[in-house]
């Protein structure tokens, strides 16, 4: 048998459901467009009479067509090398795949000879300029251990090129060669 409901309890049965989907409905598409809420960032506690400054970041390049900041054309050999004293009681093994463990890393490698010592990456365009490769400036790690029996040093260089007109300039990346020399330093070098 079927009973039959009034009609108004129908409508508001029909209507609340209606609500429910709608009101459902608002707050699944409100979850969507929610930003996240995100604890502030801790202020350091300054005094009020010394204002915050910060400063401003350096750019890459000297000017909007110059050579990197980090470049610096020279052919002398004394500004180009960096020597790395070795640590004691390791074997050349040890060193050479160290070394070459590291140059890998962030690096193809293009010679690498353990018989000489002699490890050196191809020429690369590290840097971008608005958004694309600089093709105007290419530079190469080379790293020499020195000493004919047993080697006691490490030769860092970071060579550089910047093509000014049709000529490239020579140089090294004083960065670059700040940063090698320093990361072989703490992996290969002497302990205090």
């Avoid at 000493?147 to 970071?158: E, H, I």
Wanted: aromatic share 10%; hydrophobic share 40%.
């Amino acid at each position: 048998m079927f009973i039959r409901r009034p009609l108004f309890l129908i409508d508001l049965h029909r209507s609340s459901y209606r609500l429910t989907f709608i009101v459902a409905g608002m707050a699944a598409c409100s979850s969507f467009r929610r930003v996240p809420k995100t604890a502030p960032s801790p202020v350091p506690a300054t005094s009020a009479s010394t204002p915050t400054r910060t400063e401003p970041e350096q750019p890459v390049f000297t000017s909007r067509d110059g050579a990197p900041r980090s470049f610096v054309a020279s052919t002398s050999d004394a500004k180009t090398i960096r020597i790395v004293v070795v640590r004691d009681g390791v074997t050349k093994q040890w060193l050479f795949r160290n070394a070459s463990e590291y140059l890998a890393q962030n690096n193809a490698i293009e010679v690498s000879d353990p018989n000489a010592g002699f490890l050196m990456t191809p020429w690369q365009n590290t840097l971008t300029r608005d958004g694309a490769p600089e093709l105007r400036y290419r530079t190469r790690i080379v790293l020499h251990f020195l000493g004919d029996s047993t080697w006691k040093q490490l030769a860092v260089r970071a060579e550089a090129n910047w093509l000014r007109g049709e000529e490239w300039q020579w140089g090294y990346d004083a960065a670059l060669l700040d940063s090698v020399s320093a990361n072989l330093t703490s992996r290969l070098g002497k302990r205090p």
